[in-house]
């Protein structure tokens, strides 16, 4: 049976525990379905007596040696051994230079497809160290925790999933107890992003988002700093102000910060939060207009990004910052020709309503900038339509000063599975498409067929300065924050795989494509880049 496209919406039930283990146990797949699945060369590796406890008595050695036979992945192929209770999957062994490795993106789908999901699951996952972590990352995808289906009540309805990995390669022994708890915060993470990103307005609105970042400092013992509502425009942040002010909810910045002892540099992760996204005055059509729920992913990952690195024993100041608001029409709407300024002082003359969410984190990476004196700064939003047209459904786009951390970026992507490419970085050529002949700059490109994705970011960076020493890294993950009806959580494994030589743990060191001294490294490239171009300040 070739695996098909995804029915992730269609999940009848809510895994409320998934679990990972170093060792699964035996067990009857009549009362624990399973799963094996992997790179088909990976699983030809294995012994009979490492799978026999989870099929037997239903499935003999000759089925599942005559399965693997006939496995023949195009891209993927799933082989049923015993009704709906137990499958073995094949993962591509090949993958472009633009994929993961580890074909992350093909798990969630089997996963989906497999598992009948009428009992608890057992999914065994056969592959080299170096891939642990993206595929435990697209399995915990697989299993979103929102729903508001009737009749799921039930205690029977809530399943739990163990998961094991058996190693192949140079590295064979059973992961220890510290790499299990990585992939059970990682986990942790990706799905309560998903989660605030898959609940409509109605459930998630600058309120309650707060109160989600409230729960995750309490978790943490950190409390957040918070400034809301006419407090924002009192103190000069007009750029959330101005998109949030016609709601009901009040919008905010809030941000959770992380300062340990020893620390030797700043990293800010500035997530776009926009809770629901009308377009404001300049209103999206009846199509376009469902879905915007999702317009708060990038501060979603950060939430679900922070609370894992954190727990992982991130070692540098680490703060997160969410910049949230509701894009509403009401009375108190912002109007095309109204000019804002911006927490960085510059003046901008908004064209485009719809363009709201560079507005506020424009503000957020100021305020990361001049108050939170960060070194490196990366922000991350559901951005630009156009990101999709650019970069495609399942890779985000990638804007950046500089080019060590480009190539580190679409490295981590790779390795975490949550894919990303490169976006043109040009801003003596592109900074242009702001001129304004009444304020510092308009909010929307004059021409939109004109890298306007990579505009975008331009404009959230021109309030921290195009000759910033700083490292700084925007990334718009407008179509991969969800796949069909589901977000993805999309960024927390980014996040996590990017800095992960700043945590305590060695499987996200080994995945992490940057230094240990992120600042030293930065400043030296950036001093490097400097010297080889003119200076420049287009805004």
């Not at 192949?168 to 299990?180: A, D, F, I, K, R």
């Not at 195009?466 to 990334?475: L, N, S, T």
Request: proline content about 4%.
């Amino acid at each position: 049976m070739k695996g098909g496209g995804s029915s992730r919406s269609g999940r009848a039930v809510v895994v409320e525990h998934l679990t990972f283990t170093a060792n699964a146990g035996d067990s009857d797949p009549r009362s624990r379905a399973v799963l094996f699945a992997g790179q088909l060369p990976n699983l030809r590796k294995l012994a009979w007596s490492q799978v026999k406890g989870k099929l037997e008595p239903r499935v003999t050695q000759e089925v599942w040696q005559t399965a693997l036979r006939i496995l023949n992945p195009n891209p993927v192929d799933t082989c049923s051994l015993w009704l709906k209770h137990a499958f073995v999957a094949a993962l591509p062994a090949k993958v472009s230079r633009h994929n993961s490795p580890s074909s992350a993106q093909f798990l969630t789908r089997l996963i989906c497809n497999s598992l009948s999901g009428k009992t608890d699951q057992c999914i065994v996952l056969v592959c080299e160290y170096a891939d642990v972590f993206a595929l435990a990352c697209a399995l915990a995808r697989a299993f979103p925790l929102f729903t508001r289906r009737t009749g799921l009540d039930k205690r029977e309805d809530k399943l739990t999933v163990t998961v094991q990995f058996i190693l192949v390669g140079e590295n064979t022994e059973p992961l220890c107890e510290s790499t299990l708890a990585c992939l059970s915060n990682a986990a942790e993470g990706i799905r309560l992003a998903a989660r605030i990103v898959d609940m409509p307005c109605c459930e998630m609105n600058t309120d309650d988002f707060l109160v989600e970042i409230n729960l995750v400092g309490s978790e943490l013992g950190i409390i957040p700093t918070i400034i809301r509502g006419e407090e924002l425009n009192h103190k000069g942040f007009g750029g959330i102000y101005g998109v949030g002010k016609a709601a009901m909810n009040p919008p905010a910045l809030a941000i959770l910060s992380h300062t340990p002892e020893d620390a030797t540099q700043t990293i800010a992760w500035v997530g776009k939060g926009i809770v629901y996204d009308t377009g404001g005055l300049s209103i999206k059509s009846k199509t376009h207009m469902p879905g915007m729920k999702r317009d708060c992913g990038g501060a979603a990952a950060v939430l679900g990004a922070f609370r894992a690195a954190v727990k992982q024993g991130f070692k540098e100041n680490l703060h997160a910052l969410f910049c949230l608001a509701e894009n509403a029409v009401g009375a108190k709407a912002t109007r095309p020709d109204d000019i804002h300024r911006l927490y960085s002082g510059k003046t901008v003359e908004i064209n485009n309503t719809d363009a709201e969410g560079r507005l506020v984190l424009a503000d957020g990476v100021y305020y990361a900038c001049k108050d939170l004196k960060a070194d490196i700064i990366l922000d991350i939003a559901t951005l630009t339509g156009a990101q999709g047209i650019v970069a495609g459904k399942y890779h985000a786009g990638l804007l950046t000063n500089n080019e060590e951390w480009e190539r580190a970026c679409v490295k981590a992507g790779q390795n975490s599975g949550d894919l990303l490419y490169p976006m043109v970085y040009c801003p003596e050529l592109h900074f242009s498409e702001y001129t304004s002949a009444v304020a510092d700059m308009k909010n929307f490109v004059s021409d939109r067929a004109n890298a306007a994705s990579s505009c975008a970011g331009l404009f959230i960076q021109a309030h921290i300065g195009f000759d910033w020493p700083g490292v700084w890294v925007h990334i718009d993950m407008a179509s991969p924050v969800h796949s069909g009806a589901r977000a993805t959580g999309y960024g927390v494994a980014l996040l996590l795989a990017l800095f992960g030589r700043a945590t305590d743990n060695a499987l996200l060191k080994i995945i992490s494509p940057v230094g240990v001294n992120f600042a030293t490294e930065a400043d030296d490239a950036m001093e490097n880049c400097l010297k080889k171009r003119r200076h420049m300040n287009f805004a």
